[in-house]
């Protein structure tokens, strides 16, 4: 089992800043690619952005390129998500989610947290 607790949301105005974090515990941290994904309300739960146990590329979705950045911190079991510019189009819950490896369907991801929001405001 892994246990993953997000922190880190929170109100801000459009073209703000905020930083998500997530600490995970339970078995091996690095063994696992990290993920965050969002759901506004009436829509399907979306990959945001995940980066694999190996550090290699990460992967984000076209919405927040250039804005957001995924990254993780081993040593302390802790995955981020650097949010920049923030629109008003990315107020949502998002979520901190573990798995073997990245999928874009959430249905396929193993672990999750309880979710954090997000609220953008114009």
């Known amino acids: 089992q892994v246990q993953l607790v997000e922190s880190g949301g929170g109100l801000v105005q459009a073209g703000g800043s905020l930083r998500l974090s997530c600490e995970a515990s339970?078995?091996?941290?690095?063994?696992?690619?990290m993920g965050w994904f969002r759901q506004a309300p009436g829509e399907e739960r979306e990959l945001v952005a995940a980066?694999?146990?190996?550090?290699?590329?990460?992967r984000y979705a076209d919405s927040v390129k250039d804005r957001f950045t995924i990254s993780r911190d081993d040593a302390k079991n802790t995955v981020y998500l650097q949010m920049n510019s923030l629109k008003p189009e990315d107020t949502a819950v998002y979520y901190c989610?573990?798995?073997?490896?990245?999928?874009?369907?959430?249905?396929?991801?193993?672990?999750w947290g309880q979710g954090t929001q997000v609220t953008v405001s114009s």
């Open positions: 339970g078995r091996t941290f690095t063994h696992f690619a």
């Open positions: 980066i694999p146990w190996d550090l290699s590329s990460p």
């Open positions: 989610a573990a798995n073997r490896m990245i999928v874009t369907s959430y249905r396929a991801w193993d672990y």
